[in-house]
């Protein structure tokens, strides 16, 4: 997987560290990785529950 940067409030990102670190995510980049592809999918009316079922297993959130 290739990987880019963004760019992130200070704050925003102490809180989002402090959050991933409470619900157990490796890092705050697996968790904002996670929340990002949940708003997608939110939008992806197009996705069949077992599409999103796959997805989320292909990144590790479900086995």
């Known amino acids: ?3 880019s940067k ?3 409030d200070k704050e925003l990102l ?3 560290t402090a959050y991933a670190a409470k619900k157990g995510y490796s890092s705050v980049e697996e968790f904002v990785n996670h929340m990002i592809e949940k708003e997608i999918l ?3 009316e197009s996705a069949s529950e077992e599409e ?3 997805r989320l297993q ?3 959130y479900l086995s």
């Open 1 to 3: 997987m290739s990987s």
């Open 6 to 8: 963004i760019r992130i």
């Open 14 to 16: 102490k809180k989002a």
């Open 42 to 44: 939110k939008f992806d």
């Open 52 to 54: 999103i079922k796959k």
């Open 58 to 60: 292909g990144l590790g």
